[in-house]
């Protein structure tokens, strides 16, 4: 990320902040809207990065965009968003979505159900990796976005909250060019970084107990300096022992991993 696009989304976040006190679900997911018309739309999202283009062209094209589709509020956010300077096109997209995640992990700490979203995007996240098919038929490029969604939709309904599903839709639709599971995950580390969390994955061969997660827990917490949300994950391959990824680490303690580190010594 470039020192101007960093310092962009920085000051996107500070015109984001006082906007999300009275904030609904509604206005996070037209920042979504816009974020994927502009994803979209090459030409829209060229004129709208453009440095230099004039502020008050880029705000009239949202409004001839958007104008009916979302509300003032939106268009007004998005107008000081484009107003910034952003290195390329896709950045004004990434940033513009972070805002969108940013709303929703709001919204939800606000009813203090942010955990909650979080272990039900990782519990979907589950289930897609978990089917070869799903991922299959959602990564199609002959399926439109409407038939991922309602696909999608069959597999959510009333087994998710609403920000969650929000979020699980939208990781839907702006999967076209990487898998759902990435998009997701990414979503995750973004709701985390709201909770000033860090997200360590841990595989195990078999459930941990509640002692036995809370002792993990505290360990990885202290020795990384922050507060954890563990995403356990089970894997009977790996035979016994625990793998952790953390922080662009990998600690691999699994049984299976001590074995080939001893056929390799072997050979």
Do not use: C
Request: charged share 25%.
């Amino acid at each position: 990320m470039s020192s101007s696009t960093r310092q962009a989304l920085k000051a996107a976040k500070e015109i984001l902040t006082p906007l999300l006190v009275d904030a609904d679900l509604r206005f996070a997911e037209e920042i979504f809207v816009i974020s994927s018309a502009m994803s979209g739309s090459k030409q829209l999202r060229n004129i709208l990065s453009d440095p230099s283009a004039e502020i008050s062209g880029k705000k009239n094209a949202l409004s001839a965009v958007f104008g009916a589709s979302v509300s003032a509020k939106a268009v007004e956010l998005a107008g000081k968003i484009v107003a910034l300077r952003w290195s390329k096109g896709s950045d004004l997209v990434s940033a513009m979505e972070q805002l969108a995640v940013h709303s929703v992990a709001a919204i939800a700490a606000r009813s203090k159900s942010l955990e909650a979203l979080e272990a039900e995007l990782f519990e979907f996240r589950k289930v897609v990796d978990s089917d070869q098919q799903l991922q299959i038929a959602l990564a199609s490029r002959q399926a439109s976005d409407e038939q991922k969604l309602t696909m999608v939709n069959q597999l959510i309904s009333g087994k998710f909250g609403k920000e969650a599903s929000l979020l699980i839709r939208f990781a839907v639709i702006g999967s076209a060019k990487v898998r759902i599971s990435v998009v997701l995950e990414q979503f995750g580390k973004l709701l985390a970084a709201y909770a000033e969390r860090l997200v360590a994955t841990v595989t195990v061969a078999q459930a941990l107990s509640d002692s036995q997660q809370a002792q993990l827990e505290k360990s990885l917490s202290r020795d990384y300096g922050n507060d954890l949300r563990l995403n356990i994950e089970i894997d009977p391959a790996i035979l016994g022992g625990i793998k952790v990824q953390i922080a662009g680490e990998v600690i691999d303690g699994s049984i299976a991993n001590r074995l080939k580190q001893a056929k390799m010594m072997l050979a």
